[in-house]
């Protein structure tokens, strides 16, 4: 079982271009969510998704858009990328979001916006 | 604003020694609290959590936490710590939304 797994592991990408962070889990986790990580600011929730076919905003949503199309996938977009988005990105996934449910996360993409 | 305050950004210890990882919280409804550890270069991976029950809650790798409702504390504790404990640590609340401490360095010396 490979849990979540995120891809790219990496990429620098230049301002203004567009950019989506692939994450699928094998789980059958109803709810997903997406954080960014930076240094001395632990990680903030950008959006999150309770079931497939619904989204909601997290704590720093500006810049991101989501898509919950089924429920092992839920890609974070960039429409027009800043560097202020520079950041480690960590997709997590749980059985469900209002119980305490413990979250699974992936490995992390980190991303370069010069 | 629910907010999660871990009280110091880094603790250096030498190995086998004691240690306390401080966590403060925010919300005054019902609360769920987590530690997940963070080894470099990888995702989190959960510690313990606290739903109810016993305010003492025990974890993997020999953590404990202790959930003060009074205090609103959930601070973390190991009795002896090994080199393989270096990581960073994060606690989080669930209150009316998910909100994550800054994080904690534990940094473990020989």
């Known amino acids: 079982i490979a849990g979540i797994t995120q891809a790219p592991t990496s990429q620098i990408l230049a301002a203004g271009r567009r950019m989506t962070l692939r994450c699928t889990q094998d789980m059958r986790h109803n709810a997903m969510y997406w954080y960014r990580q930076d240094l001395g600011l632990g990680l903030r929730l950008i959006h999150y998704?309770?079931?497939?076919?619904?989204?909601g905003k997290g704590e720093v949503p500006d810049g991101y858009s989501v898509s919950r199309a089924n429920t092992d996938d839920f890609p974070l977009t960039l429409a027009s990328a800043v560097p202020s988005q520079t950041s480690v990105y960590f997709c997590?996934?749980?059985?469900?979001?209002?119980?305490?449910?413990?979250?699974?996360f992936g490995p992390g993409t980190r991303l370069t916006v010069l | 604003a629910q907010s999660v305050t871990q009280l110091d950004s880094q603790v250096p210890v030498f190995e086998e020694a004691p240690v306390e990882l401080r966590c403060n919280y925010s919300s005054s409804v019902s609360v769920y609290l987590f530690w997940y550890v963070q080894y470099p270069n990888q995702g989190l991976q959960l510690l313990l959590k606290?739903?109810?029950?016993?305010?003492l809650v025990k974890g993997i790798n020999g953590f404990e936490a202790e959930f003060n409702k009074s205090q609103t504390s959930f601070h973390l504790r190991k009795p002896s710590v090994h080199i393989s404990d270096t990581a960073e640590y994060f606690c989080e609340e669930y209150g009316n939304k998910l909100v994550f401490g800054a994080g904690t360095i534990l940094r473990v010396k020989s």
């Open positions: 606290y739903l109810s029950g016993s305010t």
């Open positions: 997590a996934s749980s059985d469900s979001s209002g119980s305490g449910d413990e979250q699974f």
């Open positions: 998704s309770n079931t497939a076919g619904t989204t």
